[in-house]
């Protein structure tokens, strides 16, 4: 199984941001296979909807690094790992600069780069960003459709785009992603409508899952990707080319043997070959998150 950590972004981690290169750069060394930005704009103090079906807000995400700068420096210190967004919320940003922002970070990383896009659970966060919570699956769905006229623009002929929510006049676009003809799209979200648009629309579904607990891999993971592997194939796209990065997220008091032993049966029975797990507590410092990282590839490749 590829193993992937997230970049040293919230918490007490975000004050570090000056060892943000080194943590890339020894992550890499020590054999990772991937670093993952998420995306959060508030804290709320009186939060409509606290995180993972909560009423709170984890006191991590008082203190957050932008995921741009920190998948563009990551970009420029590594040369192997894949850098991907686990996930930027798609509907907070005109899609013209999400192109502008996602093209610079794929060449940046010669081609390295995959997306994740997701839609966000904050009310108070679209608030702030000044989007209406409820647009937000049709204004991801349109932010792919500027993506793709984007990526796919042929030289010499002006991309334009009139749609509900944005319109982009006709602009020359000379500059594309290093990896033709566009970076792998990957959305996250377990709703119906979600994982039909997975099958549709994306190259690959971000599931999550929380450690420990008593999740079912092949129930909660295997036959959810199944059904959006059939639901491609009458689509008439190629099931087989429909990846899954599962998200793991250890919960207060987790150990590195209750991560392990669930990316093993994730592996053994819902077939998922490439995982991020989330850095967080207990590492305070960098120093003690690529100790983890060091321990658990070691766990991981002995499993």
């Given at each position: 199984m590829r193993v992937g950590?997230?970049?040293?972004?919230?918490?007490?981690?975000?004050?570090?941001?000056?060892?943000?290169?080194?943590?890339?750069?020894?992550?890499?060394?020590?054999?990772?296979?991937?670093?993952?930005?998420?995306?959060?704009?508030?804290?709320?103090?009186?939060?409509?909807?606290?995180?993972?079906g909560?009423?709170?807000?984890?006191?991590?995400?008082?203190?957050?690094?932008?995921?741009?700068?920190?998948?563009?420096?990551?970009?420029?210190?590594?040369?192997?790992?894949?850098?991907?967004?686990?996930?930027?919320?798609?509907?907070?940003?005109?899609p013209v600069a999400l192109a502008r922002s996602l093209t610079s970070i794929d060449q940046l990383s010669?081609?390295?780069?995959?997306?994740?896009?997701g839609t966000g659970w904050s009310p108070e966060e679209y608030r702030a960003a000044g989007v209406p919570m409820r647009e937000r699956?049709?204004?991801?769905?349109e932010c792919l459709e500027v993506l793709d006229a984007f990526w796919s623009a042929e030289p010499g002929v002006p991309v334009r785009h009139r749609g509900r929510f944005w319109d982009v006049p006709?602009?020359?676009?000379?500059?594309?992603?290093?990896?033709?003809?566009?970076?792998?799209?990957?959305?996250?979200?377990?709703?119906?409508?979600?994982?039909?648009?997975?099958?549709?629309?994306?190259?690959?579904?971000?599931?999550?899952?929380?450690?420990?607990g008593d999740v079912d891999p092949a129930a909660a993971i295997g036959e959810p990707l199944r059904r959006i592997r059939a639901e491609a194939e009458r689509a008439g796209r190629d099931p087989a080319s429909l990846g899954a990065v599962l998200r793991v997220v250890p919960l207060p008091g987790a150990t590195l043997r209750d991560v392990v032993d669930f990316l093993a049966r994730a592996r053994d029975e819902a077939g998922i070959d490439h995982a991020c797990v989330e850095l967080g507590s207990p590492a305070e410092n960098v120093d003690q998150a690529l100790d983890l990282c060091q321990r658990l590839l070691e766990m991981t490749r002995a499993s």
């Amino acid at each position: 199984m590829r193993v992937g950590f997230t970049l040293p972004q919230f918490g007490t981690l975000a004050h570090q941001a000056g060892q943000v290169t080194r943590f890339a750069r020894e992550a890499e060394r020590l054999g990772a296979d991937s670093l993952w930005v998420g995306d959060r704009l508030l804290a709320p103090a009186e939060p409509t909807v606290g995180y993972a079906g909560g009423a709170t807000i984890p006191r991590s995400f008082h203190s957050v690094l932008d995921p741009f700068a920190l998948l563009a420096a990551a970009a420029a210190v590594t040369g192997r790992v894949e850098l991907g967004s686990g996930v930027l919320n798609a509907p907070w940003y005109p899609p013209v600069a999400l192109a502008r922002s996602l093209t610079s970070i794929d060449q940046l990383s010669d081609g390295r780069l995959l997306v994740g896009f997701g839609t966000g659970w904050s009310p108070e966060e679209y608030r702030a960003a000044g989007v209406p919570m409820r647009e937000r699956g049709a204004r991801l769905e349109e932010c792919l459709e500027v993506l793709d006229a984007f990526w796919s623009a042929e030289p010499g002929v002006p991309v334009r785009h009139r749609g509900r929510f944005w319109d982009v006049p006709p602009t020359h676009v000379a500059l594309w992603p290093a990896r033709r003809p566009r970076p792998p799209v990957y959305l996250a979200g377990s709703a119906p409508a979600a994982t039909r648009r997975v099958a549709l629309r994306a190259d690959g579904w971000l599931p999550v899952v929380t450690v420990p607990g008593d999740v079912d891999p092949a129930a909660a993971i295997g036959e959810p990707l199944r059904r959006i592997r059939a639901e491609a194939e009458r689509a008439g796209r190629d099931p087989a080319s429909l990846g899954a990065v599962l998200r793991v997220v250890p919960l207060p008091g987790a150990t590195l043997r209750d991560v392990v032993d669930f990316l093993a049966r994730a592996r053994d029975e819902a077939g998922i070959d490439h995982a991020c797990v989330e850095l967080g507590s207990p590492a305070e410092n960098v120093d003690q998150a690529l100790d983890l990282c060091q321990r658990l590839l070691e766990m991981t490749r002995a499993s």
